[in-house]
């Protein structure tokens, strides 16, 4: 990636073989690099099935968390991990 690139990530649903809404009730991305032991949530668009954000300014690699609750008790969760390098 090169800084300050949008980074768009889709969450494909097919919503005909499900009985209830496929909509998270939250999406939160989360931001890491080799320094850090907590991340930092970062600003983040999400409309529907597509969530976007963009790369940082720093060159290297960073590891980043997108953690999805899909209920207001927030006992429903997904995490996906991945790591971006900018360039």
């Known amino acids: 990636m ?10 494909y649903v097919e919503r005909d073989k499900l009985l209830v809404s496929a909509q998270p009730y ?10 850090d ?5 970062v600003d983040s ?3 529907r099935d597509l ?4 790369a940082p300014d720093e060159k290297g690699a960073h590891f980043y968390l997108i953690h999805v609750i899909w209920d207001e008790d927030e006992t429903k ?6 790591r971006a390098v900018v360039s």
Do not use: P
Request: proline share 0%; glycine share 2%; no cysteine.
């Open 26 to 35: 939250k999406v939160e991305v989360i931001q890491f690099s080799l320094r």
């Open 37 to 41: 032991e907590e991340g930092k949530i």
């Open 51 to 54: 969530i976007k954000f963009s």
């Open 77 to 82: 969760r997904a995490y996906y991990a991945f």
């Open 2 to 11: 090169n800084k300050e690139e949008e980074l768009e990530i889709y969450m």
């Open 45 to 47: 668009k999400t409309d």
